[in-house]
């Protein structure tokens, strides 16, 4: 059974850091974009970053030059460290991930439990 775990999150102040880890587990037969995605109370799923297979990476404005997204292939993982955080990134933070169970099927996507950030002063 293919499962995507994630951690690091926790209760910040505002311009502290945290780093997000999400670990693909299951047998699969490649990966390919991986990103993180958050939800506030009350608004919509929506992206944060997103990192191509092969590296290329993508950011909204909102979080661009703060955040940064890395992937470890070798390890099937992907995170995501967060930096000067602000009161409005308070969410519940998803991994995403496209995974090919076989070389059969197309990508599938993928979705982590959740893990919450909330920054507070």
């Known amino acids: 059974q293919v499962q995507l775990v994630e951690s690091g999150g926790g209760l910040v102040q505002p311009g502290e850091s945290l780093r997000l880890s999400c670990a693909v587990s299951g047998s699969i037969f490649s990966t390919d974009a991986m990103g993180w995605y958050r939800q506030a109370p009350g608004k919509q799923r929506e992206l944060v970053a997103s990192?191509?297979?092969?590296?290329?990476?993508n950011y909204p404005n909102s979080v661009k030059g703060r955040f940064t997204i890395s992937r470890d292939n070798a390890k099937n993982a992907v995170y995501l460290q967060m930096n000067s955080l602000q009161l409005e990134d308070t969410a519940v933070y998803y991994c995403?991930?496209?995974?090919?169970?076989?070389?059969?099927?197309?990508?599938?996507?993928?979705w982590g439990q959740g893990t919450q950030v909330t920054v507070s002063s």
């Open positions: 995403n991930a496209n995974l090919r169970l076989s070389a059969i099927y197309p990508a599938t996507a993928y």
């Open positions: 990192v191509t297979k092969w590296g290329s990476t």
